[in-house]
């Protein structure tokens, strides 16, 4: 494979690109020597490709799905300096992209420019997931961002009720406005791609004994909205619920399987629709488990291998500390460090052997077998290779594209 795919969940394909497959070979063969009893050897010295940085736990909405609720508005926030200084580690260990992600929305923290400015000036490719109430703040830094870069609105919603209802924010904060707003930044730098983010909510969903306001008639409208505003793509995924007992992101949880087909039947309707309103303008995005639960194969994703392997190419940054899987932020059992555990080489060298301990013991057959992971068929394909004969010289690099994990 020469060619790099442009598929945003292809994993595979963007570890084998020229700048990180030295890193995916030196990982493999490791893991190679530690099942033939070379466990003294140490884990290869690379940061991860890619890093979900969470600025804040602070946010203005109060989203009833939000994954991350008990996390939010509590008072947590990394400072300018902790964030120039873990920037300036990974990326001297070959950090490639930043996702400012989760936990609270971005655009809160006080220094949200400078932090864009940074990342930048190391030519990091950068992703920014917003709630869009503060799109000002990144309009200021847009003319920064090049063509791999990205910003993604979660709006979730196609109608202003709708929106209303499912994001509950705080003060003036109307649809309208965001897609007015989202408009004039993409009008600002045509280059950067923009997202319009929308979960899908089917009826009957209950988190905490609260029924969510159902979406899932909404996907056509919304991708009618994305064309008008300018959006490049829209971006579907199923709800996904953080159970209070388990703390892990879960599919379909309670949800037998005559009602599974009903709730696929009703996406693939949708679908339908909006790929129709799309006219080629706008591209939609399904994610990986979103497409295995319309193909029936929500029980092959939530199938995981003993262990996680795509821990060591990307982690996930926060005030409360460093995990290893955004499904189990601020989860003690995935903590590969403190907070500064990538302030200096010496700190990254600790949080790496943590994560060689974590490669070694976490049990992600059994901690993420309600998750539906992102990364099942990845984590499958490293296994394979791994206990395969096949030899690190077979894996061939692809063009240097995209990033993000």
């Known amino acids: 494979m020469k060619i790099l795919e442009r598929r945003e969940h292809d994993f595979s394909s963007k570890l084998r690109q020229k700048a990180t497959i030295q890193r995916l070979k030196d990982y493999i063969q490791w893991q190679k020597d530690s099942g033939h009893g070379s466990s003294r050897r140490r884990i290869p010295a690379f940061s991860p490709v890619s890093i979900n940085l969470d600025l804040t736990s602070a946010c203005n909405f109060s989203c009833p799905f939000c994954v991350d609720s008990k996390l939010t508005n509590s008072g947590k926030s990394l400072t300018l300096e902790e964030i120039k200084r873990t920037i300036d580690t990974l990326h001297s260990y070959g950090l490639r992209s930043v996702i400012l992600i989760g936990g609270g929305e971005p655009t809160l923290h006080k220094d949200f420019e400078k932090i864009v400015r940074i990342l930048k000036s190391k030519g990091l490719q950068v992703g920014i997931v917003t709630n869009g109430s503060r799109l000002e703040r990144i309009e200021g830094v847009v003319e920064l961002l090049k063509e791999k870069d ?96 388990s703390q892990r992101e879960t599919l379909l949880k309670n949800v037998d399987r005559k009602r599974e087909t009903e709730i696929s039947r009703e996406i693939k309707e949708e679908l339908k629709k909006a790929k129709a309103i799309a006219e080629n303008k706008v591209k939609i995005l399904e994610s990986s488990n979103l497409k295995a639960m319309l193909n029936r194969e929500t029980k092959r994703i939530k199938r995981q291998p003993k262990k996680c392997h795509m821990q ?22 995935a903590k590969l460090g403190e907070r500064d555990g990538y302030l200096t080489k010496g700190k990254f060298k600790e949080s790496l052997q943590t994560m060689a301990r974590s490669i070694r013991t976490f049990e992600a057959e059994g901690e993420c077998k309600d998750v539906g992971c992102f990364y099942n068929e990845t984590n499958w394909w490293l296994e394979n290779f791994i206990h395969s004969d096949q030899g690190i010289g077979i894996l061939e690099n692809v063009e240097d594209d995209n990033f993000f994990l």
């Open 312 to 333: 060591y190419f990307r982690t996930v940054v926060t005030p409360f500390g460093i995990y290893h899987c955004p499904a189990f932020r601020g989860i003690d059992v």
């Open 150 to 245: 990205w910003i993604r609105i979660s709006i979730d919603a196609g109608l202003e009720g709708t929106f209303g209802s499912i994001h509950r924010p705080k003060g003036k904060v109307t649809l309208d406005q965001i897609l007015k707003k989202a408009k004039r930044v993409k009008e600002k730098n045509p280059a950067v791609s923009l997202g319009y983010s929308f979960v899908i909510v089917w009826e009957g969903v209950e988190i905490n004994d609260h029924r969510l306001s159902p979406n899932l008639h909404e996907m056509a409208k919304a991708v009618e909205l994305a064309r008008d505003f300018s959006f490049d793509y829209v971006s579907f995924k199923p709800c996904l619920i953080r159970f209070e007992e």
